[in-house]
């Protein structure tokens, strides 16, 4: 096939994906070219450190250490952007190329869940495409799933395992029992974790990418500010056993509804039973649920992170701009999309796991069940356990389904308490 009508590509940022990018276009050249009609060539490259091994030979590409160029030039068909942040040289970058009417390709989630609808609008100005496959989930395609593959349907709800870290650490923590920050040094060795790995386990990651999420499956404005998150540095070991021993597995949960003209978001750890299939979600991967009023259920699991996976994704949108697809990026034009309010989550009603550590004293119990009697909420189950070598213990409760209203109605009776030796634990049942 010949090159003169090659796609010609900058690659700007060289991390683990931006290496992934380049080897997968060296490897499977051929076959991208046949699938997308045409070459897709990399024209030039650009990150901060050129002299930093990376795996890969960079020798064939025209290194360029001022991306500020690389938008202008005739040479360069469109941008690849891989070096994160939601604002900085990665905004910089997008704002530039689409301004010159290029496609631009970027697997910042950061940036997209930030400035998405502006720099969709920028694109629609221009004509091109805005693409971030690679933003969400990795390697799944779950935003040319949304965008594209249930495009027909009404989405009711969209919820999964958005961060390959925390679903790290938390599944290594309920197989080996090790300590949350030994398996968090895995996995930032590993390269799961983001550069600022506060990001992953305090959930920013995933509410990043459920906000995402939510704008393509509602047809909703991205609203990542109003995402009530909440991550997972207050689980302990003993929260893994105690929901092992109830039937459910501990994960971090993306989730996103309409009701009643409100938009829900939340990012929080949730106990899974274990027959639900996002409990069989181990290690880094990923998986989104969606619901559709023809499509009925559809689940995506696969590699959330890493530089294949992620590569894949990457290549996947620029073998869509060589084919000459684009679109709005958010399924539909930015004007189009519906402004709803954040949800009132008070009338909420769920099941719910409480842990207490409370001293090991008479009455405790008894103040305990007063206050969720007082809120009007009904226990399911109850575990105390016994230790000897200490005076404190804890208290495990799941509920009946309650209002969220209630159940904050029994920490507010509870809190202060002599009782309680530290803030009370809620985790929200998926049912
Ligand atoms: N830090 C992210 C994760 C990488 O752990 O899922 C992919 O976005």
Redesign the pocket.
């Known amino acids: 096939m010949s090159g003169d009508n090659a796609l010609r590509i900058a690659i700007v940022g060289l991390g683990t994906v931006g290496g992934g990018v380049i080897r997968l276009l060296k490897t499977n050249q051929a076959l991208i070219a046949r699938r997308a009609g045409r070459p897709i060539t990399i024209a030039a490259i650009s990150a901060r450190d050129r002299a930093k091994d990376r795996g890969v030979d960079l020798s064939p590409y025209e290194w360029v250490d001022d991306m500020s160029d690389l938008a202008a030039r005739d040479d360069i068909d469109a941008i690849v952007e891989l070096i994160g942040g939601a604002d900085g040289p990665a905004l910089t970058l997008a704002r530039q190329c689409l301004a010159a009417h290029k496609p631009f390709v970027t697997a910042n989630?950061a940036m997209i869940a930030h400035h998405g609808l502006g720099l969709a609008k920028d694109a629609e100005k221009a004509g091109v495409a805005l693409k971030y496959e690679a933003a969400v989930a990795?390697g799944i395609p779950v935003i040319k799933g949304l965008r594209e593959g249930v495009a027909a349907n009404a989405i009711s709800r969209v919820y999964g395992i958005?961060?390959?870290?925390?679903n790290y650490i938390l599944t290594t923590m309920e197989k080996d029992g090790h300590a949350f920050a030994d398996v968090l040094k895995d996995?930032q060795d590993l390269g799961?974790?983001?550069i600022d790995p506060t990001?992953?386990i305090d959930g920013i990651?995933a509410a990043h990418?459920l906000s995402i999420l939510a704008s393509l499956s509602f047809g909703t404005a991205l609203d990542f500010d109003n995402v009530e998150t909440t991550g997972i540095r207050h689980i302990i070991a003993a929260d893994i056993a105690e929901a092992a021993a109830l039937g459910f597995r501990i994960r971090l949960v993306g989730m996103a509804e309409t009701v009643d003209g409100e938009l829900f978001q939340r990012v929080h750890p949730m106990l899974v039973p274990m027959g639900h299939p996002l409990s069989h979600v181990d290690g880094?991967l990923?998986a989104v649920v969606t619901e559709g009023n023809f499509v009925g259920r559809l689940f995506f699991q696969g590699a959330?992170?890493g530089d294949g996976p992620?590569a894949s994704a990457v290549v996947a949108d620029l073998i869509d701009v060589a084919r000459g697809e684009y679109g709005p990026a958010f399924a539909m034009p930015v004007d189009s999309l519906d402004r709803l309010p954040p949800a009132r989550t008070g009338k909420r009603a769920g099941r719910v796991y409480l842990r207490f550590r409370v001293k090991d004293e008479p009455g405790v119990l008894a103040e305990i069940a007063a206050a969720t009697r007082d809120a009007g909420v009904s226990i399911e189950s109850l575990i105390q356990r016994g230790a000897t070598d200490t005076d404190s213990v804890l208290v495990v409760i799941v509920t009946h389904v309650s209002a969220e209203s209630c159940v904050n109605d029994t920490l507010g009776r509870l809190r202060g308490s002599d009782s309680l030796l530290d803030e009370p634990l809620v985790l929200h049942i998926l049912d």
């Open positions: 989630k990795g958005l961060n390959g870290t925390c996995a799961y974790a983001e990001f992953d990651d990418k880094p990923n959330g992170a992620t």
